[in-house]
């Protein structure tokens, strides 16, 4: 069995990583010669729209998949009308846009903050009549760990934030969503949330329809950079979430691995975005549950019987950002365990993360402590 996957960074790694015991083979296409994931299976290295590419993929792979939502929904049309393709480019296409993913939520009864689409400057200053300060802008498209994205305090911030979305397209709607009448824009301003928490729930589901869920993730973000998520087994929060997400399983008619970003506002979640992959914040999965989110993807996608997600011990994970600490220092952490990217240190990237597992919760928070320190040492974002 092929599985085709687009682009080949650190998630493609992780998923052929996963897979490699069950017997697959991978194809991996990315414009990277050096993409990370190339080692693990054969490359094909060119433009996502490359045609001859395309077709290759097509031709070759029993199921397509993707490890990032920025890939044009366009490519995932054509391979889906020559190939299996999961996630469908449906979601794909909801997820990329930040305007059709907030109305998509309004639609599913899924609360947001509020927002309002800008396409000028003047529009802009309009919106904050309304939503007051602070706020944040973001492109409607091309954003990714805190890209694209600016904090509104005063009016004195407008004229620079503007600025920074200058060169991003505004962009019109696919015609196949349902809710493609929306008009073309540029970017989305929200309404700041006083969120006591950042968590996000991971699903799963079949090509048969079966559907599992991850216990919630608490998360701690710097930069707009994922730094730590912490499994909360039985978090009061859980069956909300699973609410949620089962609305956009269905609505999507959804297959693989789907993460749910959510803040938590007095007892209540207010979504923030969704992710049509396996996400950074179930890295704590690979050894912290039954089965990583990385192995139910492929079940999924593959339409095999999906693994169990129970958590294994108390399980967390800590992002390395920009360079890597000593391997030995970090490995003499009790219950460590280290992931290498296989990717040269760089300003704001990710390169490694660890996986921590302890008896107890009061444990855990030890050696979070510990793994922080170390990330803290390199991190250079």
């Known amino acids: 069995m092929i599985v085709g996957v687009l682009g080949a960074g650190q998630l493609a790694r992780m998923i052929a990583l996963a897979g490699i015991p069950l017997g697959l083979d991978f194809i991996f296409l990315d414009p990277s010669a050096d993409a990370c994931a190339n080692k693990l299976g054969e490359p094909l290295i060119g433009d996502y729209n490359d045609p001859n590419l395309l077709a290759q993929l097509a031709e070759r792979a029993d199921v397509v998949t993707y490890e990032f939502e920025n890939v044009p929904a366009e490519v995932a049309e054509f391979l889906a009308s020559h190939t299996q393709v999961h996630p469908s480019p449906k979601a794909l296409a909801v ?25 000028s400057f003047e529009s802009l200053e309009q919106a904050m009549i309304t939503l007051g300060y602070p706020a944040i802008l973001k492109s409607c498209t091309q954003g990714y760990d805190g890209k694209g994205q600016s904090l509104l305090k005063s009016a004195d911030d407008l004229t620079s ?32 949330v006083p969120f006591n928490r950042e968590v996000s729930i991971i699903a799963v589901r079949s090509v048969s329809g079966d559907v599992v869920f991850y216990p919630l993730s608490e998360n701690l973000h710097r930069g707009g950079i994922l730094r730590v998520s912490e499994c909360r087994a039985d978090d009061p929060m859980q069956q909300q979430a699973e609410t949620y997400i089962s609305r956009l399983l269905e609505a999507l008619d959804y297959v693989g691995v789907l993460a749910l970003e959510l803040f938590e506002v007095d007892g209540k979640l207010v979504a923030n975005e969704f992710a049509p992959r396996v996400h950074n914040s179930g890295h704590w999965t690979i050894e912290g549950a039954e089965t990583s989110q990385f192995e139910n993807h492929l079940r999924a996608i593959l339409d095999l019987p999906l693994g169990s997600t129970a958590p294994v011990g108390n399980a967390a994970m800590v992002n390395f950002i920009g ?17 290498l990217y296989d990717k040269s240190p760089r300003k704001g990237r990710k390169v490694a993360h660890a996986t921590i597992r302890a008896e107890n919760q009061q444990q855990l928070s030890k050696l979070i402590k510990k793994l922080t320190a170390l990330a803290d040492q390199v991190d250079d974002s």
Do not use: C, M, N
Not at 163 to 191: C, H, W
Not at 325 to 338: C, D, G, M, V
């Open 95 to 119: 997820a990329q846009d930040r305007l059709v993913e907030k109305s998509f939520f309004r639609d599913l009864g899924i609360p947001t903050p509020d927002y309002a689409a800008v396409d």
């Open 161 to 192: 934030a503007w600025e920074l979305l200058q060169g991003v397209p505004a962009v019109g709607r696919i015609g196949s969503l349902p809710i493609a009448t929306l008009p073309p824009s540029l970017a989305v301003v929200e309404a700041f």
């Open 323 to 339: 360079g890597l600490p000593k391997t030995e220092e970090l490995l003499a952490i009790t219950h460590a365990h280290l992931h």
